[in-house]
């Protein structure tokens, strides 16, 4: 059973930075595609980034040149690194995995996270 714990939300101003967090436990694959996703009140989840077990990424294109997506494969970490926030970038941010797949074509994420939110202020 794989378990996902997100950290690193917070309140900025617009233009600030944060660092996302996600600390992944449990029995993990050799392959795998990890993302973010986030939600705003009243709006649908959208996929902000993934990143596969081969380093592979794809971004929304709202966020593209603005957020970055890592990973720390030896801690099974997760990050988010979030520059130049927007107050459209307000929502509870989640991580999710899926194992034994890639990122492309889109999978369905069987394990998510609590959630983390981000509120940026204009």
């Known amino acids: 059973h794989v378990q996902l714990v997100e950290s690193g939300g917070g309140s900025v101003q617009a233009g600030g930075s944060l660092r996302l967090s996600c600390a992944a436990s449990?029995?993990?694959?050799?392959?795998?595609?990890m993302g973010w996703f986030r939600q705003a009140p009243g709006k649908e989840r959208e996929e902000v980034a993934v990143?596969?077990?081969?380093?592979?990424?794809r971004y929304a294109d709202s966020v593209k040149g603005r957020l970055t997506i890592s990973q720390d494969k030896a801690k099974n970490i997760l990050y988010l690194q979030m520059n130049s926030l927007k107050p459209e970038d307000t929502a509870m941010y989640y991580c999710?995995?899926?194992?034994?797949?890639?990122?492309?074509?889109?999978?369905?994420?069987?394990?998510w996270g609590q959630g983390t939110q981000v509120t940026v202020s204009s």
């Open positions: 990143i596969d077990s081969d380093g592979s990424t």
């Open positions: 449990g029995y993990i694959y050799s392959s795998y595609c």
């Open positions: 999710a995995a899926e194992y034994l797949t890639y990122c492309d074509p889109r999978p369905v994420f069987d394990y």
